[in-house]
């Protein structure tokens, strides 16, 4: 069964329902600010439980129980494996930034020799520039004192007319060699500064990527180094803080290491909820967030079509608006009183990754969102028929 509201009550609709994902967003928010807290206080406490067990682990080895002392050696020899894996490619990796860093050395140097080539061949191409100007400046001299004693008046001038034309064209054009000669010099000049410039610009980067690449070969080489020296050492201590953290049952039913293991089983147990819980958070976010996303985009295209009503008085249309459409957005009232109580939730990660599970099967799947706002998309083009 349809719903029917006139544009004004759906436009006010569209807002109040997009006011509702907010408020639970916002809702669902505290709850991640207690999961994050919560989770990274256990995790300090968690890490500390975990350090004062694995040298007691270690030291008494030969006297734990079977139970204990099995999973503990099979992971040991895992772990030795893993470092074995970790100091090969160490060597590996090491061997490559060694080459590359040879080859930095090796470019700088070449640069700098393909500089000194360039330079006795610039300076040639400047010397034999310079002498070129001087024996134009030389000729553009001599032109100037001919010509100049051209300038005997009357004699002079009447009959030299000519000659004195013909000069001043020469002298012209030398006078053009002469700039263009120094325009020479010039671009030669700046060719070679240029040069300078972009050489010791990329020193500087192969210099600084020496640098670097040095600092992480030293850094692969101690971490191959530190591997080598204590690999039997680092096998046990791995092998002992992994099977820890990995452990959720109690392995003994009696003694002392029940006794022990018991805080951090609890731990654990709590890290695993609250990992579920921040998952769950982290889903539920996106959801709403991407939903509310689409019902703003929607928001403003029935604000344009509000405002043309309005705007040049068109006819009042209504809206025939699909179960799909009111029974989705009813259901908001429902989804936030399931996250209301921020402070249970908070302190009871699986309660609150049950509930959010069940409401995204129910009701915020994937068809369930796709629909709404496909029917309400489809109810606003055609009411707005009514227009056309």
């Known amino acids: 069964m ?76 895992m772990e030795r494996k893993a470092l074995r894996d970790e100091l090969a490619a160490l060597r590996v990796e090491e061997t490559d930034k060694r080459l590359k860093v040879d080859n930095l050395v090796v470019e700088a140097q070449r640069q700098v020799a393909h500089l000194r080539e360039q330079n006795p061949i610039l300076n040639q191409q400047e010397e034999e520039l310079k002498a070129r100007r001087a024996a134009m400046q030389q000729e553009l001299q001599r032109l100037n004192a001919e010509i100049e004693g051209m300038h005997m008046f009357p004699i002079g001038w009447l009959t030299k007319a000519g000659k004195r034309r013909r000069l001043s064209v020469e002298r012209q054009q030398l006078t053009e060699n002469l700039t263009a000669m120094t325009e020479g010099i010039r671009q030669v ?36 180094e530190h591997l080598a020296a204590n690999l039997d050492a680092l096998g046990k201590r791995n092998a002992a803080q992994n099977w820890l953290n990995e452990l959720q049952e109690a392995p003994v039913a009696s003694g002392v290491w029940k006794e022990r293991l018991a805080p951090l089983l609890e731990l654990n147990r709590s890290r695993a909820a609250y990992e579920a819980g921040l998952k769950s958070v982290s889903e539920i976010l996106g959801l709403l967030k991407g939903i509310g996303e689409g019902m703003d985009r929607f928001i403003r295209s029935v604000s344009t079509v509000y405002e043309e009503q309005r705007r040049y008085k068109l006819p009042m249309i ?47 799947n994937e068809r369930s969102i796709q629909r709404m706002f496909e029917d309400m998309g489809e109810a606003l083009n055609r009411a707005t028929k009514a227009w056309r």
């Not at 928010?29 to 040298?55: G, M, T």
């Not at 007691?56 to 002392?69: M, N, T």
């Not at 020496?210 to 692969?220: G, I, K, L, R």
Request: aromatic residues 8%.
């Open 318 to 364: 209504n809206l025939e608006l699909s179960d799909a459409v009111t029974s989705f957005h009813a259901f908001w009232p429902d989804t936030q009183a399931k996250v209301k109580d921020e402070k249970f939730l908070g302190t009871h990660p699986l309660e609150f990754s049950q509930r959010v599970q069940s409401l995204i099967q129910q009701r915020l």
């Open 2 to 77: 349809s719903t029917r509201m006139n544009l004004a009550d759906f436009f006010k609709y569209t807002r109040d329902n997009r006011k509702r994902i907010e408020d639970t967003y916002r809702e669902i928010e505290e709850i991640q600010y207690q999961f994050n807290e919560l989770f990274a206080r256990q995790s300090q406490e968690r890490q500390k439980v975990v350090a004062s067990l694995i040298p007691l682990l270690i030291a008494e080895s030969a006297d734990l129980p079977p139970e204990i002392a099995q999973p503990l050696e099979d992971r040991e020899q």
């Open 189 to 224: 000049r700046t060719k070679w500064q240029e040069e300078k410039k972009a050489l010791e610009e990329s020193q500087a980067s192969l210099r600084n990527q020496w640098q670097a690449m040095s600092v992480e070969v030293a850094q692969v080489q101690n971490r191959a």
